[in-house]
């Protein structure tokens, strides 16, 4: 059974860095496509970074582009999202999501996604 479990969310200020970590069970996290996606209250869900099977291919939004870093480390069946120089408008609900088919490229379209964590909060203060 898929299980997705997101933490390291927080309260950092602006200019800070966080990184979030999303604990894969039931599969191994490098035999499948990925991604972390974000939602703001009142707007839609976003993609902001995605990864191909075996770690392949890192694939951002123009928004992070540049700040935020994804990885997965097999050895603890874990994806990662490393979130530098944050800025008050990264303040969301991040989600790790797990694709059932391996879109190629990597998508950030949420609907190629067919697992889905809880969330971990992200705010960022000016």
């Known amino acids: 059974q898929v299980h997705l479990v997101e933490s390291g969310g927080g309260s950092v200020q602006a200019g800070g860095g966080l990184r979030l970590s999303c604990a894969a069970s039931g599969f191994p996290v490098i035999s499948k496509a990925m991604a972390w996606f974000r939602q703001a209250p009142g707007k839609e869900r976003e993609g902001v970074a995605a990864i191909y099977i075996g770690g392949r291919y890192p694939t951002y939004s123009d928004s992070v582009n540049g700040r935020f870093t994804v990885s997965q480390d097999d050895a603890k069946n874990t994806m990662y999202l490393q979130m530098t120089s944050l800025q008050p408008e990264d303040s969301a609900m991040y989600y790790c999501?797990?694709?059932?088919?391996?879109?190629?490229?990597?998508?950030?379209?949420?609907?190629?996604?067919?697992?889905w964590g809880q969330g971990t909060q992200v705010t960022v203060s000016s």
């Open positions: 999501a797990r694709a059932e088919g391996d879109p190629y490229p990597p998508s950030l379209t949420a609907s190629d996604y067919n697992y």
